[in-house]
Each structure stands twice: as structure tokens, then as C-alpha cells.
């Protein structure tokens, strides 16, 4: 069974300063996925990453992936309060198949 | 370009009423997976529906239903509602499921109830 596991799973963190969120899965995947979501809305997709050493940034987010170590990191680069919401990292088997996604990280962004 | 809607945006249902949810997907998109979110928790698939079959179903009971429609818009039928039952259903779409296919784009979600 495919199991997807975040930490940390809260983040308080002041405006400006960096920190990374770990998503760790437990067998072979075709890709990785993150999301955003915000309280009481659905799901805002943020990076797709398809091959090992697949690196994508936007904005003050930049995910990277290690499919030999089955992990993937999402790295916050000086933040800002509207980066507050929670992240999800989520994995399938085979593109375009079932996802299945950790538990979440949310992120909170104090002034 | 519409994206993925679904209606209806809240619903309150009793134990033991059936409910039906509907989706529809982004143009383009002819696959239709399933998901609920428990408040605090990351979404869990239910089932997967493509050419009108479903594909994958995740660890959901046979209360548990669906449908696709020729114009691959889907419907989640729900019996004999637990309190547990209580979620955001959400639906997400993408363009077939063979190798190679785009990311999964998810709609707004249901708001379920149940008292």
C-alpha cells in the first residue's frame, strides 16, 4: 500500500525567513504532485514533478524531487503571509491513476 | 475555459438519507476521480470513472456509487448516510489515463452534513 507521509505537519514561521516541508512516499511513482488549499476551499495545484532531480520554482516556492530517496521537498524562500494555507504533497502510481496524499502541512506566516 | 465545477456547493443531509453529487469536468478532460477530504485530513479517493466505466475504486463501502455520462460529467451517490460521511467531496478531472496524461484539476467541492 502507498503511503505518503509530511512533516512537519504545522509551521509557524516568521515573515522573511526560509524553511522546507519533507514529503517522504513509500514505493516507486511515476509522479509527484503539490497542492495548495485554503481554509474552506478545494485544491490549487502547484508543481508536478515527473523525473528524479526534477526541480520547479514559482514565486517564493521551489519543489525539488529525489526519487531514489522517495522525497520530495517544498521550500519556502523569504515568506510572506499570503503564503499562509495548507500544503499537500500527493503521489500516483501511474499517471493519471488514484492519488494519494499526505496528511497536509499547514503553514501559518506571521508579520 | 470552464474548470472543474460541482454542485451543489453545501448540502445537510440526515443519517440514513442518499445524496447526489455532481461534477463536471474541464473542457478537454474525459476522466472523472473521486476524492473526500475529513476536515483536517488530506483527500481519499474514492473511485475513478472513464468511458462511462468505473476504474479504480479506493476503500470506500458499496454505499459508496457512481456515474459517468456520455458528456463524461459524474454523479456520487451516497446511501444510508453516516455522521462520518461529513466531508468535502471533491472532483477532480483530467484528459484520459493512459500514460503521459496532465496533472488532476480539482473543483471547488461539496460541503456534506450529515446530522
Known amino acids: 500500500e502507498l503511503k505518503v507521509e509530511q512533516n512537519p505537519l504545522f509551521l509557524s514561521m516568521q515573515e522573511g525567513k526560509n524553511y522546507t516541508i519533507y514529503c517522504n512516499y513509500s514505493t516507486t511513482s511515476d509522479r509527484l504532485y503539490w497542492y495548495r488549499q485554503d481554509p474552506g476551499k478545494s485544491l490549487e495545484s502547484l508543481f508536478v514533478l515527473l523525473s528524479n532531480g526534477a526541480v520547479k520554482q514559482e514565486g517564493r516556492l521551489m519543489a525539488s524531487l529525489d526519487t531514489k530517496a522517495r522525497l520530495s521537498t517544498l521550500h519556502i524562500t523569504a515568506a510572506v503571509h499570503d503564503l499562509s494555507a495548507t500544503y499537500f504533497c500527493?503521489?500516483?502510481?501511474?499517471?493519471?491513476?488514484?492519488?494519494?496524499f499526505g496528511e497536509g502541512t499547514q503553514l501559518t506566516v506571521n508579520p | 475555459d470552464a474548470g472543474v465545477t460541482q454542485s451543489p456547493t453545501h448540502l445537510i443531509k440526515t443519517r440514513g438519507q442518499q445524496v447526489t453529487l455532481r461534477c463536471s469536468p474541464k473542457s478537454g478532460h474525459d476522466t472523472v476521480s473521486w476524492y473526500q477530504q475529513a476536515l483536517g485530513q488530506g483527500p481519499q479517493f474514492i473511485f475513478q470513472y472513464y468511458e462511462e466505466e468505473e476504474r479504480q475504486r479506493g476503500n470506500f463501502p458499496d454505499r459508496f456509487s457512481g456515474h459517468q455520462f456520455p458528456n463524461y460529467s459524474s454523479e456520487l451517490n451516497v446511501n444510508a448516510l453516516l455522521l462520518g460521511d461529513s466531508a468535502l467531496y471533491l472532483c477532480?478531472?483530467?484528459?484520459?489515463?493512459?500514460?503521459?496524461?496532465?496533472?488532476?484539476?480539482f473543483g471547488p467541492g461539496t460541503r456534506l452534513l450529515v446530522l
Open positions: 477532480a478531472s483530467s484528459r484520459g489515463i493512459r500514460r503521459g496524461q496532465e496533472t488532476q484539476y
Open positions: 500527493a503521489v500516483d502510481r501511474t499517471s493519471g491513476s488514484r492519488l494519494t
